[in-house]
Every structure is written in C-alpha cells, then in structure tokens.
Nanobody, 120 residues
Framework: QVQLVESGGGLVQPGESLTLSCTASRRFADRTAMGWYRQTPGNRREYLAMISSGGTTYYPDSRRGRFTISMGNAPNTVTLHMSDLKPEDTAVYLC??????????????WGQGTQVTVST
C-alpha cells in the first residue's frame, strides 16, 4: 500500500493562486505516475493532471492553462499549481499514485484529499 500526504489546501479568494503538494511513501520510479483529481459532493471524481516518473505531463483539454503539475523539490513529491481560481474550483483535491500506468495492470492509490475553497 502506498501512503500519500496532500497539503496546501485552504480558503482563497477568486482570482488568487494556490499550490498543492503530495508526497508518496513509495519511490516515484519507472512505470509510475502521480496525478491530481478533485471531487465535490454528489459528483464523479474529476481528472485534473498527471505526471509520469520521467516528467511527462498530461492534462485533459479542459484543464490546460490554469492548472500545472510539476515534480516537487522533495523526493517522491508532486505539486499542482492552480491560478485564477474560481468559486467552481471549490472541491476536495485528491492525489493519486499510479502503478503500471497506462497498462492493463494499472493500480491506483489515493490520498485522503485536501479541501480547497474559493470564496469571497
């Protein structure tokens, strides 16, 4: 089992930026990726961004521009920088560790999530 610790959530005003961080208990190595998702009550988990251990980034077309995933400075850490935040970005943001990503044996491990609230 992989343990994931997310941090950086909080209350921000519309238009502000926020950077989330996620650290995994397992080495971020070959055939692994880490990603960010978000979820609001009653809705499906929404994919935001993913980065492979080699540094390749992936985004759904709807998220290009305002959300940027990067390797963190600490080992086994990734960050999600979010800019120009809007009230509709309010959600629990979850980090995922993906073993054997993009294969038929892909397996996800999830963090507990960090709350982001965008409000005046």
């Amino acid at each position: 089992q992989v343990q994931l610790v997310e941090s950086g959530g909080g209350l921000v005003q519309p238009g502000e930026s926020l950077t989330l961080s996620c650290t995994a208990s397992r080495r971020f190595a070959d055939r692994t990726a880490m990603g960010w998702y978000r979820q609001t009550p009653g809705n499906r988990r929404e994919y935001l961004a993913m980065i492979s251990s080699g540094g390749t980034t992936y985004y759904p077309d709807s998220r290009r521009g305002r959300f940027t995933i990067s390797m963190g400075n600490a080992p086994n850490t990734v960050t999600l920088h979010m800019s120009d935040l809007k009230p509709e970005d309010t959600a629990v943001y979850l980090c995922a560790f993906q073993e054997n990503y993009m294969t038929t044996s892909e397996r996800f491990h999830w963090g507990q999530g960090t709350q982001v609230t965008v409000s005046t």
